[in-house]
């Protein structure tokens, strides 16, 4: 049973910075097809890709209104998945989701069905 944990969420600032975390079980992070990423959202709103990457090859993908600002990393030595985000806009407020999925060559993109594994999700919200 795959089971994905997100943690780093909280309250901050316009302008700051948090880093979360995606702590992976039962998941192999040693294929290089696999696809994980973050998603956010807001009450009302249909779930929005934030960035995905791409395990064992690096390469990433982000959503046009973070880019610049926001960067996704991996540990495969402690099977976790980061999400940097800095400048951090009123609008960035959501719950952050992770999610994962065994990719077997298909595209990493910012779409949610392609994802079997979602964590529980984790708060952020932006004040001024």
């Known amino acids: 049973q795959v089971q994905l944990v997100e943690s780093g969420g909280g309250s901050v600032q316009t302008g700051g910075s948090l880093r979360l975390s995606c702590a992976a079980t039962g998941y192999r992070f040693s294929y290089s097809t696999n696809c994980m990423g973050w998603f956010r959202q807001t009450p009302g709103k249909e779930r929005e890709g934030v960035a995905v990457?791409?395990?064992?090859?690096?390469?990433?993908t982000y959503g046009d209104s973070v880019k610049g600002r926001f960067t996704i990393s991996q540990d495969n030595a402690e099977n976790t998945v980061y999400l940097e985000m800095n400048s951090l806009k009123l609008e960035d407020t959501a719950v952050y989701y992770c999610?994962?999925?065994?990719?077997?060559?298909?595209?990493?993109?910012?779409?949610?069905?392609?994802?079997?594994?979602w964590g529980q999700g984790t708060q952020v919200t932006v004040s001024s």
């Open positions: 999610a994962a999925f065994y990719g077997y060559g298909r595209v990493c993109a910012l779409a949610t069905y392609l994802y079997d594994y």
């Open positions: 990457i791409r395990i064992g090859i690096g390469t990433t």
